[in-house]
């Protein structure tokens, strides 16, 4: 049986954070051992740290759901991967394709690093149903962002929001999934425009390919004027809270907006006037299924899309890791083995 050692904490509070040693079982049926070679940071893996999210956290508990590793060994009946592959994990194992696990009164939130244990750890035994095959063009820290960020903004501009070119796209913010949001929609022949409390960033966001370079404030009278009234056709919104407000005044006739961050808040206002006379979409998006990560890897191999990591931190500086995404990141943050 190996032993790994994982970061981990005994009680909620990312104070008590630490280096342990645990032992690794031999995968089962189904099963497959891989050896983490990147873990990439989310702002829910702060949360989750910081209070529990109200999920059922099992201590001793490890952080994070996005890894890329290699399948070390495969227990009986294991078809998809073999020894020696490449693999990035999925953010809500068992969610292959279509709607969400769960019903009304207990709807899905069945992630790793939460529900299911983490990833910030050297070895990790899963089903093989909780892995995809991870890209060719990427190494394994840039492969490690995809889970999350990238899937949520595939998922919600691709997979749901059938983004077209010439379309009008609002990220809003530097973080991981505006930047991968940015960069699709770029792929995809769209007008983008980004917004950012910082000049520096929205220099760093024109250089990657960024239209037009929007201040957070009064960001929906520069899209109004900027699109002659036509208004954004998708916007992805980060802020949650009162910003929805914002974002139903931006929004195109008949337009799209994906509620992804809730930075502002859980609970959401805005007025309906907007959503009566628009009739805009407005989705929530909880990442995606397998189904669409394999495509995003597929179109991620296609057009030599490259994840923006704002810092490569040491499997020893965790720590580290998690006090830059305290502090806000111009892209992903990640931990490499």
């Not at 201590?59 to 073999?82: N, Q, Y």
Request: charged share 20%; net charge negative; proline share 6%.
């Amino acid at each position: 049986m190996k032993i790994a050692r994982q970061w981990s904490i005994s009680a909620l509070g990312p104070e008590g954070l630490r280096i342990r040693e645990a032992e690794v079982p031999q995968p089962s049926a189904g099963e497959m051992l891989v050896r983490a070679e990147a873990v990439s940071l989310n702002f829910r893996d702060k949360l989750v740290l910081e209070n529990g999210m109200g999920l059922p956290l099992e201590f001793p508990f490890v952080p994070a759901s996005d890894m890329a590793g290699i399948v070390e060994a495969v227990g009986a009946g294991v078809t998809r991967f073999k020894p020696g592959d490449r693999v990035i994990s999925t953010f809500s194992p068992g969610r292959i394709d279509g709607k969400g696990l769960g019903d009304a009164r207990h709807p899905p939130y069945k992630t790793l690093g939460g529900y299911h244990p983490g990833v910030l750890s050297e070895y990790v035994v899963f089903p093989e149903d909780w892995f995809v095959a991870a890209p060719e063009t990427l190494d394994a820290a840039e492969a490690s962002t995809l889970p999350c960020a990238g899937l949520t903004a595939w998922f919600a501009l691709i997979e749901t929001g059938r983004l077209r070119a010439g379309d009008k796209v609002v990220v809003q913010g530097t973080g991981g999934v505006a930047l991968f949001g940015l960069q699709i929609a770029k792929a995809h022949g769209a007008e983008v425009f980004i917004t950012s409390s910082s000049a520096e960033k929205l220099e760093r966001a024109g250089k990657l390919g960024a239209d037009h370079l929007l201040s957070r404030d009064g960001w929906v009278e520069r899209v109004l004027d900027l699109t002659a009234d036509h208004g954004a056709d998708h916007i992805l919104e980060i802020a949650g809270g009162p910003g929805l407000a914002h974002s139903l005044n931006a929004v195109a006739v008949g337009g799209r907006i994906s509620l992804i961050g809730v930075f502002e808040g859980f609970d959401i206002t805005a007025p309906a006037a907007p959503f009566l006379l628009k009739a805009p979409t407005v989705q929530g998006i909880s990442v995606g299924h397998r189904r669409a990560l394999e495509d995003f890897v597929r179109a991620v191999d296609a057009t030599a899309l490259k994840p923006v990591i704002d810092g490569r931190y040491g499997f020893q500086e965790a720590d580290k890791a998690f006090a830059h995404l305290d502090r806000g990141a111009f892209g992903k943050i990640v931990i490499e083995f």
